[in-house]
């Protein structure tokens, strides 16, 4: 497990490309037969990737959290980005297409991420947060989820979004999860920009054609910088930070996030006219 202090608002400026990507940019999550994990000091997040091949893969709590498990004090949210496979949480099987969402929840003791044809592997995606209330571990299908309609041909972000884990959905202590997928021909995921004073977030790109990148806005609304993402990798946004991008093609990303509360419509939104 990897560990990350994110830089503040003030040193952030000085950062050149390169130190800003180690700082912010998750690029290597994914790798065949193994767990990585980046465990950063903004709100105690975890954020992973489980690529099982042919031997299932244990998930370890490592001396990073100084507990006898993983999720003795956290939650986990996951999503298979790839072929089917299945999660065994405390013996019982969890079976995940492509898209679906899984919420484990803090007390669960053996996790253990598997690929229904190892030739043809799952790609988890994990993000956890600390945890100081127990709720049941829960399936959410792609088809279980109602999808949300936003944004439009003219601004290139006609968009849906599905809300997995939420006040509304799968009951979490403070973790928020979903995903939003761009219609052909749209680029922008989110303009105008917002920050959240509250809580971390991050995005999680995939689907990001391999002729493609995706341009990550991010800083302070005066102050903005961009990352150059590439398919499945992640930024990580502390609370300061806008979070935005725009692709040369259409791709899917992950959202999620973790903090103060689990409102989803709690954003400091920012006017075009003070973004620099």
């Not at 054609?209 to 990798?233: C, L, N, Y």
Request: charged fraction near 25%; aromatic fraction near 10%; proline fraction near 5%.
């Amino acid at each position: 497990m990897e560990t990350r202090y994110l830089p503040d608002p003030v040193r952030y400026k000085q950062l050149e490309t390169p130190e800003l990507r180690a700082n912010f940019l998750a690029e290597k999550l994914f790798a065949p037969g193994l767990i990585k994990l980046i465990y950063t000091d903004v709100d105690r997040a975890i954020v992973g990737g489980a690529v099982p091949t042919k031997v299932p893969l244990k998930l370890e709590a490592g001396k990073e959290l100084a507990s006898d498990y993983f999720a003795q004090r956290r939650e986990i949210g996951i999503i298979n980005i790839g072929d089917a496979g299945v999660i065994k949480v405390d013996g019982t099987g969890y079976s995940l297409s492509c898209c679906d969402f899984l919420y484990i929840g803090k007390g669960a003791k053996e996790i253990e991420f598997a690929s229904q044809d190892g030739t043809k592997p799952s790609s988890y995606y994990i993000l956890s947060y600390p945890a100081h209330t127990e709720y049941p571990t829960t399936l959410a299908t792609l088809s279980d989820m109602e999808p949300v309609k936003l944004g439009s041909m003219e601004e290139s972000n006609k968009r849906t979004i599905y809300k997995a884990i939420h006040p509304k959905g799968i009951k979490s202590c403070q973790l928020v999860m979903g995903m939003t997928i761009l219609e052909q021909g749209c680029v922008w995921n989110t303009m105008s920009a917002h920050t959240h004073e509250r809580r971390t977030e991050i995005y999680m790109y995939f689907d990001v054609p391999g002729d493609s990148v995706v341009f990550h806005f991010m800083g302070a609304p005066e102050e903005t910088r961009h990352i150059v993402v590439r398919d499945k990798q992640a930024v990580l946004s502390p609370s300061w930070s806008i979070h935005s991008g725009a692709g040369t093609k259409s791709y899917k990303f992950v959202w999620g996030m973790g903090g103060e509360n689990q409102e989803f419509g709690d954003m400091d939104h920012i006017n075009m006219d003070n973004i620099m």
